[in-house]
């Protein structure tokens, strides 16, 4: 019950109300141009019950129950008095209003919810999505105030003779008449209804959750949620070299000449840097300090989107970290360079400067989390391999992955289980994620239950982090995460898991091994795969490590491991120690990792006026130069 009114009277209002909708709404509930007023009272949505139940049925039905009723009617007698008593508690108990008291309890109790340090995720004001404890609470509540109408509606007809044999009558009574008489009581129910809920509570209400949208859990997008916090967004379509189709949201400043590129680990999205909400989250900081910001996404969603639609699951998870690094990555960096050098370049001619083909006009930084550390490196040794350019000028790498020896006993299982089981293990699943939208929508619904029950939530979150040795993580906060929904969600293919359990059994940060020689001469042009730890020498930008105290899933000594390595390699790095845990870089509202990052960030000066100008007279005399010599 809330505010005298049952959960299953809101429910026969809101199909009241929405019963023109007529096909399956997957929204997330929220596109509401204004509000509505709220649910009628228990006795006026009980009327509206009873007389929407009491059209008639066809003949032959109507019949068996009206002969049913007579046969059963001493057995109905004796239980008239129970009944009776009952019903009169339930009608009593159901009009009953909420105190005053009640309601200014029950306010801050949601507020306390909402603003839980630990899930920051903007919330809407209207979210009322339920968990799968209140699913159970409302189905329940319906059964049983089912069971009460049935059974106030008999009893009814049993004491009124005269109103069960005026149905008889209607039976026989000619089909116009009948139509007419269930056109006018229809309307006059409706014209109650209507006034009732104008006249009893006429203050402005949020919109009542309805009833296929119960069903639903939170599909915002990072779209939604920037947007929502008034920042501006642009999404842009990259297509890789083998096909697969990559998401590139960016938060716009066309006339930037600095860009960071953020880059999200495993079973993660750009979701993850704008998670935190204006104040703690990456994005919005970089944005606010002046720079163009682009989020990155991975290929590997559930929706599968790629150039070829008829690609079937198989093929479609067969890619390892090796895609990452050398598709994905180098796909959405020169999607970056292509949209920020026509963007200056336009700038440029509208301030009638020369433009220096040479010289890139901007400056990009990279910020990676996990997975994405391990990527990024892979791309800039690749890329200098192949003699391309990368177009970076630093990397700040948060708790990156790469090397993965020093690890609890839970990851070490798991890592000869793939080594051992993988050759019949990849021909049965292709990739770890929940196939279908009912078990995805019932993640979403647990996630929202550990999150209203807090007893419910620590059991959960402390058996998370003994599974993962121990990292302290908010595990259950992120499940909660909107790119966790029916629709779609993050996934893992096999082959990145059993690339990440080769580099953990070799104790070498290297890419995929195909598993035979001549597979590798193949790929490599070598019998075994490229060692990018022995490559560090080929990093020519700096690179900041980040490592976790309390990260459990890459711990600080293999982050330590990656600074050793680039040092022996000459590189230009640095390493910093923060009491985080794994998750904590992305998801948790962390100012001083903020501040350390930007910091790290405006080391990175974009090309100055005078260096500009110092360039293009530079420019100029190379052209005289040239002219001199045709000449």
Not at 317 to 328: L, P
Not at 425 to 431: D, H, Q, T
Not at 584 to 606: I, N, Q, W
Request: hydrophobic share 35%; glycine share 6%.
């Amino acid at each position: 019950m809330h505010n005298g009114v049952s959960s299953f009277n809101h429910f026969i209002h809101e199909l009241s109300v929405d019963s023109d909708t007529s096909s399956l709404d997957y929204s997330s509930g929220e596109d509401s141009d204004g509000a509505l007023p709220a649910s009628p009272s228990s006795q006026c949505s009980r009327l509206s019950w009873a007389s929407a139940s009491a059209k008639p049925e066809s003949h032959w039905s109507e019949w068996i129950t009206f002969i049913l009723w007579w046969l059963i009617l001493p057995l109905r007698i004796l239980l008239w008095v129970p009944q009776y008593l009952l019903r009169l508690f339930f009608k009593r108990s159901s009009r009953t209003p909420a105190s005053p008291r009640r309601n200014q309890q029950h306010r801050p109790r949601i507020s306390k919810i909402n603003s839980s340090k630990y899930h920051d995720v903007p919330n809407r004001a209207t979210d009322r999505r339920r968990g799968v404890v209140e699913d159970l609470h409302l189905a329940i509540e319906i059964c049983i105030e089912a069971i009460f109408d049935f059974f106030h509606r008999a009893t009814h007809l049993l004491l009124s003779p005269s109103e069960a044999f005026a149905i008889m009558l209607s039976w026989f009574s000619s089909p116009g008449h009948s139509r007419k008489e269930k056109h006018d009581r229809v309307s006059d129910d409706e014209t109650v209804q209507t006034a009732t809920l104008g006249d009893a509570d006429p203050s402005l209400t949020e919109r009542p959750t309805r009833l296929y949208n119960t069903m639903n859990t939170d599909t915002r997008t990072c779209q939604d949620v920037i947007t929502e916090l008034g920042y501006p967004y642009e999404a842009i379509r990259v297509v890789t070299s083998d096909g697969y189709v990559l998401l590139l949201e960016r938060i716009p400043r066309r006339d930037a000449r600095k860009a960071v590129y953020l880059q999200h680990g495993i079973l993660d999205s750009s979701m993850g840097w704008v998670s935190n909400g204006v104040v703690g989250s990456p994005a919005f900081a970089a944005y606010d300090q002046g720079y163009d910001v682009f989020l990155g996404n991975f290929r590997g969603l559930v929706s599968r989107d790629h150039v070829n639609k008829n690609i079937s699951s198989k093929e479609y998870w067969r890619y390892s970290i090796n895609e990452h690094g050398t598709e994905d990555i180098p796909a959405m960096i020169e999607k970056i360079h292509d949209i920020k050098t026509a963007e200056l370049k336009l700038s440029q001619l509208n301030n009638d400067e020369e433009i220096n083909e040479e010289e890139e006009p901007y400056k990009l930084c990279a910020v990676c989390h996990s997975l994405g550390g391990a990527a990024i490196l892979m791309y800039v040794i690749t890329r200098k391999i192949k003699e391309k350019p990368h177009r970076l000028s630093r990397l700040i790498l948060l708790s990156p992955a790469g090397f993965h020896e020093d690890s609890n006993l839970g990851f070490t299982l798991v890592e000869y289980i793939f080594l051992f089981v993988s050759p019949v293990l990849a021909r049965i699943v292709p990739a770890f994620y929940i196939p279908t939208r009912f078990f995805r929508m019932l993640l979403n619904k647990l996630a929202r239950d550990f999150h209203n029950y807090p007893a419910l939530g620590g059991l959960v979150q402390t058996l998370m982090s003994y599974v993962v040795g121990g990292d302290s993580s908010n595990w259950v906060g992120v499940l909660g995460l909107p790119h966790y929904n029916m629709n779609d969600m993050p996934a893992v293919s096999f082959r990145v898991a059993q690339h990440l359990a080769q580099i953990k059994h070799t104790g070498k940060f290297r890419m995929f091994d195909y598993g035979s020689r001549s597979a590798n001469m193949e790929v490599y042009g070598s019998p075994e795969p490229l060692d990018l730890g022995e490559s560090y020498k080929f990093i020519n930008v700096p690179v900041d490590l980040v490592a976790g105290k309390k990260d459990k899933v890459i711990r600080p000594s293999m982050v330590r491991k990656h600074y050793k390595v680039m040092r022996d390699a000459e590189v230009d790095v640095s390493f910093n120690e923060f009491e985080y845990a794994h998750l904590d870089f992305t998801f948790s509202h962390r100012e001083e990792l903020l501040t350390y990052v930007m910091s790290r960030l405006l080391l990175v000066e974009p090309t100055s006026v005078d260096q500009r100008q110092t360039s293009q007279k530079t420019m100029k005399l190379k052209k005289k130069k040239k002219e001199g010599t045709v000449v």
